[in-house]
């Protein structure tokens, strides 16, 4: 009998499809390092960080030195992985908390691509080795109070002075905000809309954390106040004008965001089956009732279906195949599932599921972040409405 016997060879309870077996040497590592950080530093303390509201900054270092800032970017002290293998440290630092998560988001695929593609020579040894070690933090600026789904309309301008630029207005909900040392803001000037690095000594800037969030609590999210900061003239990104520029760092964002949500949903997932089989109800563990494994088993096909499509679309973008609009079906499909996911392992989790005894309740509280965030569900699904038919629904 070989061992590729048919009687004997079960899939797993969570890698069902044997996706493991589509990476590489190299990937595989990747997601073990990741996961072994998240285990051993990540999950004894998030359940403390999320209902204290807090994450420590020092995580910047500790996920510097793992190399993961950044990764998927080239020179500047990043490590120029693949995308597979930036998907796969998303999705287990998501495992951990999506807060987690958004925090090396933001970091690598927002402030640091914006200046890695967009910034001067200058801009980019000045900041990005020390953003790749976690030294120096980014922030990225596009929303506003008035202004989320469509930016087009932001108020925050910039006006020549002299050489210089005067930055006046205000954004919201801006990650890591509070304990950035850069951010990078988007603003409209007489030529149309453009980015800035801003770091955070300068005088005029300030953030105001937001509190009463009971979502991504251990992230910290912030407004920013621009009272006439006085930026020299190479502030700017020197090549980029209008919203081609923030969407491009956008697109790179919601991609890590395909692999992150299939983090969550999996450690939702995990959660949900051990402890229906050793939950015991009348006389039988929960696993055992037909309703229960009808709700574990739409978890597993959704989610190995979407860490398949997460995988798809890295290997697509690996090939320089990868447009926004797949990026967007992705993260619509991903996100909306995970959240399903993680509303069907709290229902098995009964009165447990309401505690953070467990992680399905913060998983759940965080997606709903997840969905607004990076673009709404509603807009992504605007944005392959349009791709298929031609005709675009936003206004
Ligand atoms: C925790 C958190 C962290 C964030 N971090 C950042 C950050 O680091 N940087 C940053 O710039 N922003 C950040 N954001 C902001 C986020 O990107 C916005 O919340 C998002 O773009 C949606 O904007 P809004 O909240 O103003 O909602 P709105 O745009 O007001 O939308 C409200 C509702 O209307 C729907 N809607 C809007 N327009 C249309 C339309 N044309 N057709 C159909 N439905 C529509 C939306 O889909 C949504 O359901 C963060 C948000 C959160 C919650």
Redesign the pocket.
Known sequence: MTTLDPPKRKPGPVDFLELDALLSDEERLVQQTVRGFVQSRILPNIASWFEEGHVPKELGKELGALGLLGMHLTGYGCAGSSAVAYGLACLELEAGDSGVR?FAS?QGS?AMFALHRWGSESQKTQWLPRMASGEAIG?????EAD????PSGMRTTARRDGADWLLSGS???????GIADLAVVWAQTEGGIRGFCVPADTRGFSANAIHR?L??RA?V?SELIFDECRLPADAIFPDVIGLRGPLACLNEARYGIVWGAMGAARSCYETALDYAKARRQFDKPIAAFQLTQQKLVDMLLELNKGTLLALHIGRMKDRGRALPQHVSFGKLNNVREALDIARQARSILGANGVTLEYPVIRHMNNLE?VL????????HT?IVGESITGSA???
């Open positions: 958004s933001v927002l922030c990225f600026g596009l929303t202004f989320g789904s469509d954004k919201m909900w801006i990650t890591n905000g969030k979502s991504l992230s999210t972040s607004t965030y990076e673009g709404t569900s509603e807009v605007l629904a936003f206004a």
